[in-house]
């Protein structure tokens, strides 16, 4: 998936390259047309137009052609590798999810979307991310979103989805009894979006409201860390209390700041920066400007977590060229309950221990 991710972003490079050069050599040659007098009106300044032009049409014509020959290659590697992968991998639409077992090892990545170039909208790479997750996840119900969809309250409700929809995949793809997942809902807000998880009794304990709930989770996931850390400098990751849980960690926190003190805000951006090495993980769904009261103190917290969006947006770059790529967020097909049925067998899997 790593190699078709980098091949079509070269490609794509090339062509967009090809097509500045043609843009840029038909500019010149207009350029020089008018800047001879005697070009600039008559037939020879037209037939030296049109020259021009139809050179960047062949140009172009011949980069599109290479463009669509290479897309074409990875459209057909598509067709053959997406049924192959396995529910780590896989889109929610996948047959593989019928045939869900728990596994047994912890896979090395985990699908959070797919992206795609406007080039050729149709071909999607599976975004992937290696697992343990180094870095926190930030799904954004921010206004900046409101030109995909006009209703804020119903962004606020695909964030929510999308991050039950992520948490979901996180527990399936781990072991049974190997990931845990807190929740902070401080206003209960999320409460129909949190329903699959909560009655499957998948989360780690009912999510948490008020600010008496908040501060309880986080400073039991604050202790965890602590722990952990003392013991992986001193070498003794024998002494941790017995009764402490090794799983990995996942806190989800929606409409952050709400319900959020000062000691709250600077207990999470503890989590958010030394968490991850330590098995705890952070997955805020917020809208960034509910926040602005914080100024610049947050700047550290937001820029330590990976922004996802519940619609489509262009706001991830490759590793390689730069491009400008459009993300799109796991949904599941129309009417599907495989949600539900995920974890279910989550639910029996850790019941059974593992089976």
């Known amino acids: 998936m790593w190699g078709m991710f980098e091949d079509l972003a070269r490609t794509t490079a090339a062509y967009r390259s090809a097509v500045d050069f043609a843009d840029s050599r038909r500019e010149q040659e207009l350029d020089k047309v008018l800047d001879d007098p005697r070009s600039r009106i008559g037939g020879a300044g037209d037939a030296a137009r049109e020259r021009a032009r139809a050179k960047h049409t062949d140009l172009v014509g011949q980069a599109r052609a290479a463009l669509d020959r290479d897309l074409a290659q990875l459209a057909a590697e598509a067709e053959v590798v997406e049924p192959a992968l396995p529910p780590a991998f896989a889109a929610w639409s996948s047959p593989v999810w019928h045939a869900y077992r728990a596994p047994m090892e912890i896979p090395m990545a985990v699908r959070l979307g797919d992206l795609h170039l406007p080039e050729r909208t149709g071909l999607r790479i599976p975004m992937l991310v290696r697992l343990p997750l180094e870095r926190g996840l930030w799904i954004d119900s921010g206004k900046a979103l409101t030109n995909h969809v006009t209703d804020s309250a119903e962004l606020r409700r695909l964030a929510t989805d999308t991050a039950v929809a992520h948490a979901a995949r996180l527990l399936a793809v781990y072991p049974a009894g190997e990931f845990q997942v807190h929740v902070i809902d401080p206003a209960g807000a999320a409460t129909g979006a949190l329903a699959p998880l909560v009655s499957a009794g998948v989360l780690a304990g009912p999510p948490a409201s008020g600010a008496a709930g908040v501060s309880a989770v986080l400073a039991k996931l604050t202790q965890r860390v ?53 098995g705890v993980h952070l997955m805020m769904v917020a809208d960034r400007e509910d926040a ?34 459009t993300y799109d967020p796991p949904v599941f097909p129309p009417g599907s309950r495989i949600l539900g049925q995920i974890l279910d067998r989550v639910a029996a899997a850790r019941r059974n221990g593992g089976r």
Do not use: C, K, S
């Open 292 to 325: 602005a009261e914080y100024g610049p103190l947050l700047d550290p917290l937001w820029r330590a977590l990976l922004r996802l969006t519940p619609v489509p947006d262009d706001h991830l770059a490759d590793p390689w060229v730069g491009h400008t790529w």
């Open 226 to 278: 602590d722990l952990v850390q003392m013991a992986v400098r001193g070498g003794a990751a024998d002494a941790l209390p017995p009764d402490l849980d090794t799983a990995e960690q996942l806190l989800i926190v929606n409409d952050f700041p709400h319900g959020f003190d000062d000691r709250a805000v600077t207990q999470l951006r503890y989590l958010a920066d030394e968490g991850p090495a330590v």
